[in-house]
């Protein structure tokens, strides 16, 4: 991308990868990961999803952030920028 009036030019590369398995019809996994150039970070999402009986839903996501050029601040960046995990239930509830 180009800014004639700043004089200034601006790239970003971003790449991204995703994957979805499904085992059984109550058994599923979804994966995204994704690299951005311009903050040079990597994030990554796992899905884990477990449907027992039809209208009840389990999940088990666990997401991560990586600073791949941590010395591009100073003080110096941590090699994890965030880690989660989480634990969901859904039900659906028929009047």
Known sequence: MSFPD???DY???ISRLKAEVT???SFSAFAFIQYNGAVDTVTGNIRIRFNPRE???FYLVYNEGINTDRLRE???LP???DRTIMLKY???FIF
């Open 6 to 8: 700043r004089d200034q």
């Open 11 to 13: 790239l970003a590369l």
């Open 23 to 25: 085992l059984t019809t």
């Open 55 to 57: 209208g009840t839903d």
């Open 74 to 76: 100073i003080p110096n």
């Open 79 to 81: 090699y994890h920028s």
């Open 90 to 92: 859904a039900s659906t």
